[in-house]
């Protein structure tokens, strides 16, 4: 048995497909097969007066998502989108469906489509998004082996909070209660203490009341963690993964990218670098300029980074953000300690947010002090603590969104098709 995706070299040669039939007509005489296997889409022909009565059969009583297997032979077809098709010479049915495939060609509403997501996931474009990410998470671990990072994963159950109290999912853990981790951000510090350059990558969860086309209580986030490395050097290999994680999908998914009607002209010139630093206090003007209400001290808000990204051609960094919106534990900048070293890096085209990033704060009493100051219980970070006890180093990271990074590369209108089932406010089903 053979991929469709590997078909094209094959003109000339008989072969066996397994897969579902996705779309099919008859002409009375020909019947017109639309295959799909998860790795391609193909047409394959059948004339009845040369293929065998059962074959025949089966291809009269088809419905669409039945899955069947086939014989035959490869051929050049240049008005197909793939270049191929196959003359085919035998059709076995492996499953019929159980009634009418719940999805038609017609519109259907996104409650409908949701509810049944384990079934839209075979659809053209949900196929094309999935291979999208499936590059992007390749591409980003590819990264960082590359540049030394070493993984190493942060749990899941915690005892503490990261990124704010009130987004935290609790759960029983015995006869104590633990959280579901928002971020791996303060174990990498830990662990990068001890490998120098450390990631991880795992789903994090948010109880986040927002329903936005941003926001999942359940998504993949990608932390990384560097001693010895400061917040400018820590923005350059934001700009640098980014760069080669959009190449690498401009490269390797072309035809997924056609699939969505994705322009790539944004794309390209996100794979160029060069991405602006722009202060906070500059980006607030900015907006004020473009008639935005936000006022100095406001943390952006969605629409806020919407009207900003569309300013220009390419991610941009947003830094040096008052001390009050962001967390804890970023560090002040000596120069002017009314803000941090921190930036976000935002998506253009409207996209916003994607990677969140900062250098941490290295001295023990400054961070104690920040711990109170946000009335974290002081046990819980005894350990994190510690970080800062036996020989302190400066040292930065940040974390980018795997769903929100899909969502801009595809070129997505909403955060719910970036990741197989998506878990939000009012969603856990299917
Ligand atoms: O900006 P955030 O909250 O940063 C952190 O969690 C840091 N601890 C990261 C670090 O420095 N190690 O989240 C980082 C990114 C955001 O920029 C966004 O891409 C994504 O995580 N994110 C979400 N994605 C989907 N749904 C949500 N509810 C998200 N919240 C954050
Ligand atoms: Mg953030």
Redesign the pocket.
Known sequence: MVDIALLKPKIGEQIELSGWAYNFRSSGSIFFLQLRDGTGRVQAVFSKSEIDAESWAVLENLTMESSVTILGLVKAEPRSPSGIEVQGSSCRLIAATVGEFPISKKEHGTDFLMDNRHLWLRSIRQEAIMRVRNEIEFAMREFFYKKNFVLTDSPIFTPNA??GTS?LFEVKYFDTLAYLS?????Y?EATSSALKRTYCFGP?F?S?K?KTR????E?W?L???ASFMDQTENMALQEEMTAFIVSRVLERRADDLKTLERDIAPLQKAAEGAYPRIRYTDAIKQLQALGSDIKDGDDLGADDETILTKQYDRPIFITHYPVEVK?F?MKPDPEDPRFVLNA??LAPEGYG??????QRIDDAALLEQRIKDHKLPMEAFEWYLDIRRYGSVPHS?????????VAWICGLEH?RETIPFPRTINRLNP
């Open positions: 990261c990124e987004e928002q971020s791996g951000q303060l990498q994090t948010r986040e927002s941003r926001h999942l209580t998504f986030m932390e990384a963690e967390s534990y976000d890096m947010e994607v990677i969140g990033g900062s990271g940040f974390g980018i969104g795997l769903e929100r990074s955060i």
